[in-house]
Structures are given as C-alpha cells and as structure tokens.
C-alpha cells in the first residue's frame, strides 16, 4: 500500500499547476486512485488533491483526496511519512 508520491504533494501545494491536465498529473491522480482501492475504499477518479495546511502544521504531511465521477463523490485524508510514502488512508469526515 505505501507508494511514494512526492510529485503529487508538489502539485498539491500549487493549485494552478495541478488543474492543468498533463499526462503526468494524471498518472499521479491514477496512483493516488489505486492506492486508495488498495487500500479497501472507493476511488474511480481523482477530481482534487490538495495539502490540508492546518492539519499539516503541526505533525506530518496530510492530503485531501477527493473523488468524484460526477455519480458518487468521497473525500480521504492521506497521512505521508517523511519519506513522502503513504502512511496512513482515512475518510474524511
């Protein structure tokens, strides 16, 4: 389940980049996809993905996925280790 995503944590961080649809954006949002299938839950299609900075200020790294095929839509909270490897997938509530 641990994949390393370093480029998506950079297109995170920098929303106009990361709505620009490049081959490589959406490799990342597929990885990102994968990994939260693998994981037990839903995920079709990455429709965001951006750094949640409250949480992330005071411990790790969180991401906010969201995942919406315009039929069902399901946000997570993706916890990286240092090493920008994923440590922990969660819903987000």
């Given at each position: 389940m641990r994949r390393t995503?370093?480029?998506?944590?950079?297109?995170?961080?920098?929303?106009?980049?990361?709505?620009?649809?490049?081959?490589?954006?959406?490799?990342?949002?597929?990885?990102?996809?994968?990994?939260?299938?693998s994981a037990g839950f839903w995920c079709d299609k990455v429709s965001e993905a951006k750094i949640d900075q409250v949480l992330s200020a005071s411990g790790p790294t969180v991401v906010r996925v969201t995942c919406d095929d315009r039929t069902r839509y399901e946000q997570y909270k993706l916890t990286m280790t240092p090493k920008n490897t994923i440590a922990k997938i969660e819903v987000w509530k």
């Open positions: 995503l370093p480029v998506l944590l950079m297109l995170a961080a920098m929303p106009g980049f990361a709505a620009a649809e490049t081959v490589q954006t959406r490799t990342l949002e597929r990885q990102a996809a994968r990994a939260i299938r």
